[in-house]
Nanobody
Framework: QVQLVESGGGLVQPGGSLRLSCAAS????????MGWHRQAPGKQRELVAT???????TYADSVRGRFTISRDHPKNTVYLQMNSLTPEDTAVYYC???????WGQGTQVTVSS
């Protein structure tokens, strides 16, 4: 059974940065494409970024140039580095194993002064 645990969320001022982590267990992490999604209050969950097993990445237009997804195979962890944050980035961020369909529990990111 795949388990994903996100961490790194919190409160940050506009223009600040955060790095989210997603630790995976129970999966063949090295072959799983992974993704980060987010859901703001009253809105549908949206895809933020993806990364394939060989490191190819994609980004939503709203975060391209500000967010960076990466992965560390020995640590079975995927990261989301978020820079130049704005209040519109406020949401619960979820990690997703795109091969198994597993989701983490989410981590809250709040951007506010």
């Amino acid at each position: 059974q795949v388990q994903l645990v996100e961490s790194g969320g919190g409160l940050v001022q506009p223009g600040g940065s955060l790095r989210l982590s997603c630790a995976a267990s129970g999966s063949i992490f090295r072959i799983s494409p992974m993704g980060w999604h987010r859901q703001a209050p009253g809105k549908q969950r949206e895809l933020v970024a993806t990364i394939t097993r060989d490191g190819t990445t994609t980004y939503a237009d709203s975060v391209r140039g500000r967010f960076t997804i990466s992965r560390d195979h020995p640590k079975n962890t995927v990261y989301l580095q978020m820079n130049s944050l704005t209040p519109e980035d406020t949401a619960v961020y979820y990690c997703n194993d795109r091969r198994s369909g597993a989701w983490g529990q989410g981590t809250q990111v709040t951007v506010s002064s």
